[in-house]
């Protein structure tokens, strides 16, 4: 047997030692195979506060998330303002402040799951709180906070800074006012005849126009097309009865007077200067044939600074210079407008490739081929003097580079490989 107090070995039926000071009774030993531990007693624990009170506040949290957002978002929404002082915080406001109840709610929820009598209790708070905080997020970004900017503005705006706006309004009042006044003295003055188109759009210039608005903006729009009608109708009286003289002197003073470029003179300068030069060429001739070369050659010397093309003008000063008539040509023109299909039907395919070398004829280029040569000698007006390897083609104007394109494709469409040369 062993002690069970010291755990040295004693005989059957002794008392152990360790025990007589203690107890003068001898203790029977039992024998160590039958003798039976009791467990170690476990110490109990004091029990814990139950979960009641997190659940309790998990659902009250949730429900003050769902009454906050409510009274945020619809009714303390002007006086949320004020506190705030800006749109743009109070709008993450509404928001952030109840989801952050929503998420106190959530962890009261998860922590009070510990207690099993109200576990389902707590899950369902849990859930509860989930579906309000996703709520509110579907609710931001489904239908967004938009405060009405304008009217609180007006609300807010301090009282002695009222009048501010009222006189900006009358400023602006004032200021259309004399614009809208400024146009109908304008349209007045030019209806009076005391205008003209350059004069006009130079007044019309110094209006604000920005200024203008409803009614006003669109009468100045009306106006500016009324202008610029009434320039082309009279250019095109003046060109009804081949006044074109005056059609060009016209548009080159009005074209020095204006600033910068103009797009309805651009236009115009366009449509009417071939139209001038091609009347130049056939009155230009007819007063040569007449005998009065001199007085053609004047005619063309004033219409030399009205044109942009001047070198075309040239060209006829030449040609008059020169004696030349308009029988001594194929196409006596072409080399001042540009010709059209309509123009060269009927020339036969020799006629159509003399044609287009008169163009390079005039500027002097002599030819390899021996036809050509001989024809060109026969012409008054024909001065041989650059060979055809020094023959440079920039000495061609732009109507004479167009006709040459257009004889060429002519010929070689009558025939390929067009007119044969020196064949007879």
Same mark, same amino acid.
């Given at each position: ?29 039992? %024998? ?13 624990? %004091? %029990? ?22 409510? +009274? ?6 002007? *006086? ?7 749109? &743009? ?7 952030? +402040?109840? @989801?952050? @109840? ?7 929820? $998860? ?7 109200? #576990? ?14 996703? &709520? ?17 503005? =007006?609300?807010?705006?301090?009282? =002695? ?20 006044? *400024? ?16 004069? *006009? ?5 110094? $209006?604000?126009? =920005?200024? @203008? ?13 009324? +202008?610029?009608?009434? +320039? ?27 600033? &910068?470029?103009? =797009? ?72 001042? #407008? ?16 003399? *044609? ?26 024909? #001065?041989?003097?650059?060979? %055809? ?16 394109? @257009? ?18």
């Amino acid at each position: 047997m062993y002690c069970k107090y010291c755990g040295k070995p004693v005989p059957d039926g002794e008392t152990c030692s360790c025990r007589q000071n203690q107890n003068t009774e001898p203790v029977k030993m039992q %024998p160590q195979s039958n003798q039976k531990r009791k467990p170690p007693v476990s110490e109990k624990r %004091p %029990p814990k506060s139950n979960g009641k009170g997190l659940l309790i506040g998990a659902f009250a949290c949730s429900v003050w998330m769902v009454l906050l957002f409510l +009274l945020l978002r619809f009714v303390f929404a002007d *006086a949320a303002i004020r506190a705030f002082g800006a749109d &743009g915080i109070y709008s993450y406001v509404i928001y952030v +402040l109840p @989801l952050t @109840l929503g998420v106190i709610g959530l962890l009261l929820g $998860i922590f009070a799951v510990w207690d099993r009598t109200i #576990r389902t209790a707590s899950i369902v708070a849990i859930l509860v709180s989930v579906l309000g905080m996703s &709520g509110i997020v579907g609710a931001m970004v489904v239908l967004p906070y938009e405060p009405e900017i304008s009217s609180r503005a =007006e609300e807010d705006e301090p009282k =002695e800074d009222a009048s501010a706006p009222q006189d900006s309004k009358e400023k602006k009042g004032e200021e259309v006012s004399e614009e809208a006044t *400024a146009l109908n003295e304008v349209m007045k003055q030019y209806k009076a005849g005391n205008l003209d188109y350059i004069q *006009a759009k130079e007044a019309l210039d110094e $209006i604000n126009e =920005e200024a @203008l608005e409803g009614e006003e903006a669109e009468k100045l729009l009306n106006f500016q097309d009324e +202008l610029e009608m009434d +320039l082309k109708v009279q250019m095109s009286h003046l060109a009804e009865v081949s006044d074109y003289k005056t059609i060009m002197e016209n548009l080159r003073n009005m074209e020095t007077a204006v600033q &910068g470029s103009d =797009e309805v003179l651009t236009d115009l300068r366009e449509i009417y200067e071939p139209e001038y030069i091609l009347y130049l060429d056939t009155e230009s001739r007819k007063l040569a044939e007449a005998g009065q070369s001199k007085e053609a050659v004047s005619m063309l010397e004033e219409a030399k600074p009205l044109v942009d093309d001047s070198q075309a003008v040239t060209a006829l000063i030449l040609d008059i210079q020169s004696g030349v008539t308009g029988g001594d040509y194929i196409l006596p023109d072409s080399n001042s #407008r540009y010709l059209t299909e309509s123009d060269i039907q009927y020339l036969s395919i020799r006629e159509i490739n003399y *044609a287009k070398n008169e163009i390079y004829a005039r500027h002097g280029r002599r030819f390899q081929s021996q036809e050509l040569q001989n024809y060109f000698n026969s012409k008054s007006w024909y #001065r041989g003097t650059i060979e %055809p390897s020094d023959f440079q083609q920039s000495v061609l104007n732009d109507y004479e580079k167009k006709n040459a394109e @257009l004889l060429s494709k002519r010929e070689f469409s009558m025939e390929s490989g067009g007119y044969k040369l020196d064949v007879n």
